[in-house]
């Protein structure tokens, strides 16, 4: 018996891999930084590339529409088209090119959230990342600055709550929402477990019981949380450095898992199905 069941490898040899998507009709996407190219991943580990960003792509979100979304860290936020064009969307704020986006997630109206953490880290003088929002009407306002390395993005089924992490501190930080863009209550929502490791936070998502699941990079570990960031449990994975998660659309509870070990993206059983999201149409 696998000492890690429920665990299936779909492909191997993806430099850099980050960004897992399903899309409604259940192809799956993901990029490859290096190279700027969003792929498609077939089931049986065929790979073909789908659009090339001219940049560093780091995360992938649907649109309703049936758009991807990308963070890019070279080109900002961008849209792909489902022909393959690439569209820029936003980046720059207040005249200055915003510094690499990193990851995204959209509300439930449509409005995107999402981080810019590009030279920021945990050394003196490197908090200098940022977290910005997008309304769905084009508005773009900074939600807030001075962060070591802001990472993976989520917001609650409700609207309610915007977390993410702090990949230089080993910490999940976390705003409460009032409406679209409007943050308060700013705090240290969690603490990833054996903070003394090189295991801070990046990619995350809400499951459809208002857990969060997220990704402890180097401790090669998922770290679920409920809704108040109380820690629920850890699933050990069967490779180091995962990096980012998202769950399927079909309400299967299966989880696409990436990770830079063996430069792959895995299916998980996580057994309990995703939060719905606005690209899901519901």
Same mark, same amino acid.
């Given at each position: 018996?696998?000492?890690?069941?429920?665990?299936?490898?779909?492909?191997?040899?993806?430099?850099?891999?980050?960004?897992?998507?399903?899309?409604?009709?259940?192809?799956?996407?993901?990029?490859?930084?290096?190279?700027?190219?969003?792929?498609?991943?077939?089931?049986?580990?065929?790979?073909?590339?789908?659009?090339?960003?001219?940049?560093?792509?780091?995360?992938?979100?649907?649109?309703?529409?049936?758009?991807?979304?990308?963070?890019?860290?070279?080109?900002?936020?961008?849209?792909?088209?489902?022909?393959?064009?690439?569209?820029?969307?936003?980046?720059?704020?207040?005249?200055?090119?915003?510094?690499?986006?990193?990851?995204?997630?959209?509300?439930?109206?449509?409005?995107?959230?999402?981080?810019?953490?590009?030279?920021?880290?945990?050394?003196?003088?490197?908090?200098?990342?940022?977290?910005?929002?997008?309304?769905?009407?084009?508005?773009?306002?900074?939600?807030?600055?001075?962060?070591?390395?802001?990472?993976?993005?989520?917001?609650?089924?409700?609207? @309610?709550? $915007?977390?993410?992490? *702090?990949?230089?501190? =080993?910490? %999940?930080?976390?705003? !409460?929402?009032?409406? +679209? &863009? #409007?943050?308060?209550?700013?705090?240290?929502?969690?603490?990833?477990?054996?903070?003394?490791?090189?295991?801070?936070?990046?990619?995350?998502?809400?499951?459809?019981?208002?857990?969060?699941?997220?990704?402890?990079?180097?401790?090669?570990?998922?770290?679920?949380?409920?809704?108040?960031?109380?820690?629920?449990?850890?699933?050990?994975?069967?490779?180091?450095?995962?990096?980012?998660?998202?769950?399927?659309?079909?309400?299967? @509870?299966? $989880?696409?898992?990436? *990770?830079?070990?063996? =430069?792959? %993206?895995?299916?998980? !059983?996580?057994?309990? +199905? &995703? #939060?719905?999201?606005?690209?899901?149409?519901?």
């Amino acid at each position: 018996m696998s000492k890690f069941p429920g665990f299936h490898c779909l492909v191997r040899g993806i430099d850099g891999a980050e960004g897992p998507l399903t899309t409604r009709d259940n192809r799956i996407f993901m990029v490859s930084p290096g190279r700027g190219e969003v792929l498609r991943i077939h089931e049986d580990g065929r790979s073909e590339v789908f659009a090339n960003t001219g940049g560093k792509p780091a995360g992938l979100q649907l649109h309703r529409n049936g758009e991807i979304w990308v963070a890019d860290m070279a080109k900002g936020i961008l849209k792909i088209t489902p022909d393959g064009g690439v569209i820029p969307v936003v980046s720059r704020f207040d005249g200055e090119p915003i510094r690499g986006c990193n990851d995204l997630i959209f509300d439930s109206l449509g409005n995107l959230y999402f981080t810019a953490p590009a030279g920021s880290n945990g050394s003196p003088g490197g908090a200098v990342g940022e977290v910005f929002f997008h309304s769905a009407a084009g508005e773009t306002i900074r939600l807030g600055a001075g962060f070591a390395f802001p990472n993976g993005i989520a917001v609650d089924q409700k609207d @309610g709550l $915007l977390v993410f992490a *702090e990949t230089s501190t =080993h910490k %999940l930080l976390a705003w !409460d929402l009032r409406g +679209p &863009g #409007q943050a308060t209550r700013f705090r240290t929502w969690a603490t990833l477990p054996h903070a003394d490791e090189k295991a801070g936070g990046d990619g995350m998502d809400f499951d459809a019981n208002g857990h969060l699941v997220a990704t402890a990079y180097s401790r090669g570990t998922l770290e679920v949380y409920n809704g108040s960031g109380t820690h629920l449990k850890t699933i050990p994975l069967p490779f180091k450095r995962c990096s980012n998660v998202h769950f399927f659309n079909d309400g299967s @509870g299966r $989880l696409l898992i990436t *990770e830079h070990e063996n =430069h792959a %993206l895995w299916t998980h !059983d996580y057994g309990v +199905p &995703g #939060q719905p999201q606005f690209g899901w149409g519901l």
